[in-house]
């Protein structure tokens, strides 16, 4: 079999363009926080329970000054609290009980969209993908 390296190209875009279309959809439906908050929360709720300013930055590609006006938001909301960092220039951005709340929210409604996706895959089809998504992201740190 010939390998299309464009058509490899446009099935990444695709894989790219489902992951917002999910992330919009259970924003959509959590209501109470904006768009970049969401994404933050996601960030946190997703294995970053303790993260700084820089790495939320880094993580999401957001600038620093809108990294702080998210966090502001999510701090008013009572999901996040800001923590200083051992240098005494960074904060940590860590979760309250009622953010941790607010993760069991979005990773059901997460889980309940990526389901609906591969709803008709079995299992065996299931667990090649994975495999092969993750050999592919070992590649993209490699590269990146």
Do not use: P
């Amino acid at each position: 079999m010939k390998v299309e390296y464009t058509l490899l190209l446009e099935r990444l875009s695709s894989i790219k363009k489902l992951r917002a279309k999910i992330l919009e959809e259970v924003n959509s439906k959590i209501g109470d926080i904006s768009k970049t908050e969401y994404v933050l929360m996601h960030k946190i709720c997703n294995g970053m329970e303790r993260l700084n300013m820089s790495e939320l930055s880094d993580s999401t590609g957001y600038s620093n000054a809108i990294i702080t006006l998210s966090v502001d938001g999510l701090e008013s909301k009572k999901f996040v609290k800001r923590k200083r960092g051992e240098d005494r220039r960074s904060y940590l951005v860590t979760l309250t009980k009622r953010g941790e709340e607010k993760c069991k929210d979005i990773r059901r409604l997460e889980k309940e969209s990526i389901g609906a996706i591969f709803a008709n895959m079995n299992e065996g089809d299931l667990a090649e993908l994975q495999e092969i998504l993750k050999r592919l992201d070992d590649l993209i740190v490699k590269y990146v």
